[in-house]
């Protein structure tokens, strides 16, 4: 029997030592990859750049371009990382990834990428709003470029429009060098808007590749809107929802096409005082020609139209004598002028003649889904973001 207990703690210690010697298997790291690869001198900025882990997932990813961080983020496996917008033509880059797995070393991959150098750039023009103006509850976002666009998708993706109260919006182009930003409904009162074009790297044409990114931020002030009657000769304006002025008016004389004020929804576009204003269509001597200083005039469309100053009294509130215009009272004309943001509604009634969506910033005359179709992203939907996926 002792003979026995022994050959089992022989046994034992046996099995413990063998047990004791045996080390395991270590994990092996993962893997880290980056698209374009590393020392790449000529990837295409419009492709923006890509880093995944094989094996494993990503911890930190880390790209700096001339010592600033180039914005990107991951996918919900934390197993990709790729760029928020595209990259800068012929511009260095460095990334550093770092990826790991349990009961495996971390892996650290760092490298330089350079882009290729564009044949042809275009950038941004002009805008309007302009960069810190107050505008109306109307107010269109309109960017001219200074190149004509082939790609609008790739150009639309690129733009980026940030508000403090969410607001639903859209693009549509207008011509191949202009494209304008319309909300669903009025713009929210007294808040910020900032306006991103993420161009930089961004493909527009065969070789046309955008030269830098463009930011401007502007504010809605008050809530101001106007309500025009041209069969009752009056108009209301109201600011934040209380009528503030009325004011008796006379319009578009309609004795002709041109003489017809146009019915619709107006913007407010710009103002003088004095405007210049000469008939159009008429050589001095014509019948009906006249060339005029006009004060306190608030410009509504590109066809002519002003709410402006006159002393024809007599006529406001009675009769509609004017060559288009809206005519009003001199010292109300001042204070509409006083008080008038480019892009505050001008609602015009009364007339034959429609205003054209194309007219000025006549651009609420086209229903919500109308608009939209003008919009490169119509039919595919946004893509979320300024890179195309691969």
């Known amino acids: 029997m002792r003979r026995a207990v022994m050959f089992c703690v022989a046994f034992v210690l046996a099995c413990g030592g063998c047990s004791s010697v045996t080390a395991e298997t270590p994990s092996a790291p993962p ?15 419009d492709r923006g750049l890509l ?24 996918d919900e496996s934390r197993t990709t990382w790729r760029t928020d917008w ?3 033509p012929a511009t260095e880059y460095t990334i550093t990834a770092t990826a790991g797995r349990e009961g495996a070393p971390a892996t650290v991959a760092m490298g330089r990428v350079r882009t290729r150098a564009a044949v042809r750039t275009f950038q941004v023009a002009a805008t309007a709003p302009l960069p810190g103006e107050t505008v109306g509850a109307g107010m269109p976002i309109v960017i001219d470029f200074d190149t004509p666009v082939e790609d609008r998708a790739a150009v639309e993706r690129a733009l980026e429009v940030t508000t403090q109260t969410p607001v639903e919006g859209a693009w549509r182009w207008i011509s191949d060098t202009q494209v304008v930003y319309r909300t669903r409904r009025f713009w929210p009162a007294r808040q910020r808007v900032t306006v991103s074009a993420h ?69 407010t576009m710009d103002k003088g005082n004095p405007v210049r204003m000469v008939s159009p269509g008429r050589e ?16 509504i469309s590109n ?22 215009c809206i005519n009003s ?33 006549g651009f609420w005359q086209l229903p919500w889904e109308k608009w939209r179709l003008g919009s490169a992203l119509a039919e595919t939907g946004p893509a979320g973001g300024g890179v195309p996926k691969r």
Do not use: C
């Open 303 to 324: 066809s002519g139209e002003y709410v402006h100053a006159k002393d024809n009294v007599w006529a406001q509130g009675r009769a509609n004598v004017s060559h288009g």
């Open 284 to 299: 001095k001597g014509d019948p009906g020609y006249y060339d005029m200083m006009i004060d306190h005039a608030v410009r």
């Open 51 to 74: 880093v995944s882990a094989q094996g494993g997932t990503l911890s930190q990813v880390l790209v700096y371009q001339g010592g600033e961080p180039v914005p990107g983020r991951l």
């Open 86 to 88: 595209t990259l800068k």
């Open 199 to 267: 161009l930089a790297g961004v493909r527009a044409g065969a070789g046309l590749y955008g030269a830098a990114d463009s930011t401007f931020s502007f504010t809605v002030g008050r809530r101001q809107t106007s309500l025009i009657d041209a069969k009752t000769h009056q108009m209301l304006v109201s600011r934040d929802g209380q009528i503030v002025q009325r004011m008796a008016i006379s319009a578009g004389m309609a004795t002709t096409h041109e003489y017809t004020t146009t019915s619709g929804v107006h913007l």
């Open 31 to 45: 893997v880290v990859r980056v698209w374009p690869p590393f020392g790449s001198k000529h990837a295409r900025p």
């Open 329 to 361: 009272r001199p010292d109300q004309a001042a204070w509409f002028y006083a008080t008038s943001l480019r892009g505050d509604p001008v609602t015009i009634t009364g007339t034959d003649r429609p205003l054209e969506w194309n007219n000025g910033w």
